[in-house]
């Protein structure tokens, strides 16, 4: 087992001062009223809040001080592949899940270990993506996804297990990387598996038990609403649909959102029919599971284009009407403004490219259906080129949404196109099940283009982007963080570089080399008084692979260096 060890700076002390030593007997119990309404100082879920922003209303560092931010305190995970999670922060404690089933607890001012979780895997059990994409915090518990579809509550103050949950058997290709959401009691997780031929599902188990709640497949079983877009038969059994990434969720209504992936196989000709709820986002009653409505962003998914991440709940005015909104920019490269129907359902209010896009040639203005050109879509023996790539106008990174600049910030990539061919695969549970072999997974670039990766700012009233960062050498693959200091923080980028912009005019005002690329979402949270931006470097998964890609095509560095570090940084001057 590889070594940590946490490096505490000199300077971090200074920052943190006499008083910043929180210790976990002071750890404060997260209650339903804190995540309905976060305090600025801590970062409890994954995106900040349940209406999924990724916005800090923190200020202390702003547009005129953000140049002397400099790091106080690093801590290396001792592990390597894609760090995905953010740091989660409660009362000075900091939680950060890393690949390989671990996770940390420290001093979230000083970077002092308080404890170490490792949940070991077993033996035999491989994943597409070794990796997890956070924690979340509930009472005194922290509660973990563990990779072998297992869910794990821990004592927050300790580290010790309180209980274990099976979702489901990792023998038959489920897994999970999503950070767990907690309403009301309910922890939900969804399942990871598209590729391998699984049926996905969201589930809640009791916080304080672990026992089963509910369970809602994206799949429906014969009779059930939506199973005549099977048509088909037994598809359904193995028909994708994973819910791979974390919910959001919308007090008002009580409603969460969740998004499902790739229909299984890859290939649409093999499964007949629109395939619900392929490519969606649902809306779920947190308390039974009972699906209130859903939208589905393409029909008969052919492109690996998951609808995995669920929208943001924003309002935002269209046509001179307050809408109560969910934006959400999908890996099909279009920005969709959604309705939140105070039936439940999710109604198309508009929606526009993004990035460059030429499978759909039109999108129904009052249901939103995209009429495909079949010239683009992959079939069985059938090859066809698309773009984006099947690594879309964005992957799962995160968007944020800042309310007092009105815009969402996008970190998006563009001039890149797939093409696949598809075949009729055997299945065997647990194995590769798409219909193409990862080597014949095809990729080009626009050689001639001026950039590939970016950060895109749209405004969420007239629809109308205000500003992009461009990067010539790069794909973008890192999410977002907006603030109160009217900043937009990323990373994402091969350089290895953690950056700051204006968030209402994408200057660009600070930089920082970091040891990896950095492909998780940053958080910010306050102690004692100060303000600290964290993040972790650590590349890996499908950035790194495509980055391999690229290198073979125009010549950009292979091998970006690996291995975890967590960066926390504050202004010290």
């Known amino acids: 087992m590889k070594k940590l060890f946490a490096c505490t700076s000199l300077l971090a002390l200074l920052v943190a001062g006499a008083a910043g030593t929180a210790q976990s007997a002071d750890y404060s119990p997260v209650t339903d009223a804190r995540l309905t309404n976060p305090e600025p100082a801590n970062w409890l879920m994954t995106r900040g809040r349940y209406q999924g922003w990724s916005y800090s209303a923190l200020d202390q560092i702003n547009t005129s001080n953000v140049k002397n931010l400099q790091p106080v305190w690093t801590f290396s995970t001792g592990v390597d592949s894609g760090h995905e999670s953010p740091p989660i922060v409660n009362n ?47 009472g005194d518990k922290v ?8 869910l794990v509550a821990i004592d927050a103050k300790t580290g010790k297990v309180d209980w274990e949950s099976k979702v489901e058997d990792w023998h038959t290709g489920y897994y999970m990387t999503t950070a767990p959401v907690v309403v009301k009691g309910k922890v939900m997780v969804g399942v990871s598996g598209g590729e391998f031929g699984i049926r996905g599902f969201i589930a809640a188990f009791d916080s304080e038990t672990g026992q089963p709640a509910w369970k809602t497949y994206s799949i429906p079983a014969p009779g059930e609403p939506g199973s005549d877009t099977w048509q088909k038969p037994d598809t ?6 994973s819910a791979w990434m974390p919910g959001t969720y919308d007090p008002k209504t009580d409603t969460v959102y969740w998004g499902t992936g790739n229909g299984s196989p890859w290939f649409g000709d093999q499964r007949p029919g629109d395939n619900l709820f392929t490519s969606s986002t649902l809306a779920l009653d947190p308390a039974t599971g009972k699906m209130k409505g859903h939208f589905q962003y393409h029909q008969n998914e052919s492109w690996d284009w998951d609808a995995m991440n669920a929208p943001m709940v924003v309002d935002y005015s269209h046509g001179g009407k307050s809408v109560s909104g969910l934006l959400t920019p999908q890996r099909n490269g279009y920005l969709y403004w959604l309705e939140r129907k105070s039936s439940g ?3 198309y209010v508009s929606s526009v490219a993004y990035v460059k896009q030429n499978v759909f040639k ?18 069985t023996g059938k090859e066809a080129s698309f773009c984006p790539s099947l690594w879309g106008g964005k992957d799962w990174p995160f968007e944020a949404y800042n309310p007092n600049t009105g815009m969402v910030y996008i970190p998006s990539n563009d001039n890149h196109c797939g093409h696949l061919k598809g075949a009729v695969q055997e299945y065997v549970a647990g194995q590769w099940w798409t219909g193409v072999s990862i080597p014949d997974i095809g990729f080009t670039v626009d050689k001639n283009a001026g950039f590939y990766g970016e950060i895109q700012a749209y405004d969420v009233n007239s629809g109308k982007r205000a500003w992009r960062a461009l990067y010539p050498s790069s794909m973008m693959w890192g999410s977002l963080l907006t603030t109160g200091g009217n900043l937009v923080f990323g990373g994402g980028t091969n350089d290895r570089a953690f950056r700051a912009y204006d968030a209402r005019t994408g200057e660009q005002l ?5 040891n990896s690329g950095i492909i998780a979402p940053p958080s910010s949270y306050s102690v004692d008084g100060v303000q600290y931006v964290a993040v972790q470097s650590g590349y890996g998964v499908d950035p790194a692979f495509q980055e391999g890609l690229i290198s073979n095509l125009i010549g950009w560095q292979k091998d970006i260096p690996q291995g975890g570090v967590i960066w926390v940084f504050a202004v010290t001057k």
């Open 143 to 150: 509660y973990f996804a563990g990779l072998d579809a297992v």
């Open 236 to 241: 359904w059994k193995r028909g994708g649909g």
């Open 510 to 514: 600070w930089q920082f080399g970091t």
């Open 345 to 347: 359902d999710i109604g």
């Open 92 to 138: 000075g404690m900091m939680f950060v899940a890393t690949p390989y089933n671990q996770v940390l607890a420290l001093n979230a001012a000083t970077g002092e270990l308080i404890w170490r979780f490792k949940r070991p895997i077993p033996e035999g059990f491989s994943a597409l993506h070794n990796t997890s994409r956070g924690v979340a915090l509930y």
């Open 362 to 379: 039109s999108i129904d203005p009052e249901t939103g259906r995209p009429v495909v050109d079949m010239d683009h879509k992959p079939g």
